[in-house]
């Protein structure tokens, strides 16, 4: 029983801290105005709804690690320590993105993110990227960053970092 228990506590911190996130976020809603706009809901309503779906979702969580704990659940796979490399390869994109995304613009910014996270996950796996799969990781960047910024900038008229004042790079 004890031992059920102490293999069960990582799923209930988890829970809880899913649960006091949603908590959290429900006291920080507390404070949007309410008021309806046009489309019938208010700005508080998104807010209030997430912080709902956390709430059920942490004590749905801690419920399950308290009767049990996840049953059926499969051996983790991958390796029995973290490859630190690759942690330094993500950071290292994000952080990139962050610095550059006013000076080289959103999809600049954006597919060196993807590449330098993407090439922290292959090296990860063994995988040492040549010059095609770099080409490959470059145009999968751009093909998803291009149509999100347009879709930002576009459709929705939301101002983000460009390469050139057209809003299209």
Known sequence: MIQQLSRNTPQTVVGALVALTGL????GAISIPGEAGYGGVGPNFLPWL?????????VLIVREALTGGFRDLAEPSGAERAWWPGLVWVSAGLLANAALITTIGFILSCTLCYLLAVQGLRRSQGQAPGGREIAVDVAAGVLISAPVYWAFTKFLAINLPGLTTTGWI
């Not at 959290?24 to 006291?27: I, Q, T, W």
């Not at 997430?50 to 942490?58: E, K, P, R, S, Y």
């Open 24 to 27: 959290g976020l429900a006291v």
């Open 50 to 58: 997430v912080a709902i779906v956390l709430l059920v979702c942490g």
